[in-house]
């Protein structure tokens, strides 16, 4: 069973960082696919920084130049670091990962359970 960890959440003041760390347990083949998402109090889950294969991070436009995402292949694990908060990053933050359970299999999604993320003015 597979199985995705986020921690590194809490309570900060505006201007201060946080780095969230996303485990992978389990038996997985590869991992196609990294995302981490954001959801606002009240609000839909949006993704804020992905990486994909072999190509670079993307990001929203509001986390641009703020937050970085980057993986551990051989751990099977994802940060986000995430600098210069601000009260709109509140909310619960989400790993998101696409991965095959074998050669030629394909993707599953798999989701965690979320970590929360407050910013206080």
């Known amino acids: 069973q597979v199985q995705l960890v986020e921690s590194g959440g809490g309570l900060v003041q505006s201007g201060e960082s946080l780095t969230l760390t996303c485990e992978v347990r389990?038996?997985?083949?590869?991992?196609?696919?990294w995302g981490w998402y954001h959801q606002p109090p009240g609000e839909e889950r949006e993704m804020v920084a992905s990486m994909r294969g072999g190509g670079g991070p993307k990001y929203a436009e509001a986390v641009k130049g703020r937050f970085t995402i980057s993986r551990d292949r051989a751990r099977k694990t994802s940060t986000l670091q995430m600098n210069n908060l601000k009260p709109e990053d509140t909310g619960v933050y989400y790993c998101?990962?696409?991965?095959?359970?074998?050669?030629?299999?394909?993707?599953?999604?798999?989701w965690g359970p979320g970590t929360q993320v407050t910013v206080s003015p």
């Open positions: 389990g038996n997985i083949y590869a991992i196609n696919f």
């Open positions: 998101h990962i696409e991965a095959p359970t074998g050669w030629g299999e394909p993707s599953n999604d798999y």
